[in-house]
């Protein structure tokens, strides 16, 4: 319950989500998520970034922001949800 308590917070999968390609600095990671899903604030990325480093799913390098071998391993469970989510939404 306290994995689903941690993606369920607002842009938590989101930022796994964009660290899964490369790793990202804060204003990288900050503008891809704009791209994808609309508004991110600095205060609510910080945020979400200092959980994900708690949860030892994100970590920081001298290049930004980017998934540990936990937050790799964490997304190749979540991408198969892409395909089935797109055509749930579409559904609604």
Known sequence: M????????????????????TPSTFRDLQAACELKSGAISPSILNTRL????????VHRT???????ALG????LF???LNPWSRRWAKGL
Do not use: S, V
């Open 78 to 80: 979540l991408e198969p």
């Open 50 to 57: 200092k959980d994900l480093q708690d949860a030892k799913l």
């Open 2 to 21: 306290a994995l689903f308590d941690l993606l369920g917070r607002r842009w938590a999968m989101g930022i796994i989500w964009n660290l899964y390609e």
């Open 72 to 75: 790799r391993e964490l997304f």
């Open 62 to 68: 001298l290049d930004g922001y980017e998934l540990t």
